[in-house]
């Protein structure tokens, strides 16, 4: 998404990016960002719930209008309606998927490697 944000400001678009990654924002050079915490899959808010999601467009708009420099990351102040680590288990799947399965071990085993050395 910063690439095609980068390609649309060369145009002469500003453009800002809503993230839950402004780590990866910063890194790249998104233009302008708007870090969000709220859980992966709901960067605007919740389902049905128009208000909240007005509110995240809204301070992203503002951070559009007044942002004076390239680069420029701004931390929402908004807050996911309940406890992180229990969204984050009501939308995990009871069984990983197959593929995390056979990869969640390995990558287990990677760190603990890596942590020795």
């Known amino acids: 998404m910063p ?11 500003s453009t800002i990016l809503v993230t839950m990654m ?4 910063e890194k790249v ?8 915490e709220f859980p992966f899959g ?15 467009i809204r301070e992203a ?5 007044t942002a004076v420099a390239p ?14 680590e229990e969204a984050i288990k009501q939308w995990q799947p009871p069984h990983p998927s197959p593929i995390i399965a ?3 071990p390995k990558f287990r085993d990677l760190l603990r490697q890596r942590r020795r050395h």
Do not use: C, D, F, K
């Not at 690439?3 to 678009?13: C, I, K, N, Q, S």
């Not at 402004?22 to 924002?25: E, F, I, L, S």
């Not at 708009?61 to 209008?65: G, P």
């Not at 701004?74 to 406890?83: L, N, T």
């Open 3 to 13: 690439v095609l944000a980068r390609t649309l400001e060369a145009h002469g678009l």
């Open 61 to 65: 708009l503002r951070v559009l209008a």
């Open 29 to 36: 050079g998104a233009p302008r960002a708007l870090a969000i």
């Open 71 to 84: 680069g420029t990351l701004v931390h929402s102040a908004a807050a996911w309606p309940q406890p992180v």
């Open 22 to 25: 402004p780590y990866w924002a």
């Open 42 to 56: 709901h960067t605007l808010g919740q389902p049905g719930n128009v208000a909240q999601q007005m509110g995240i």
């Open 102 to 104: 056979e990869l969640a």
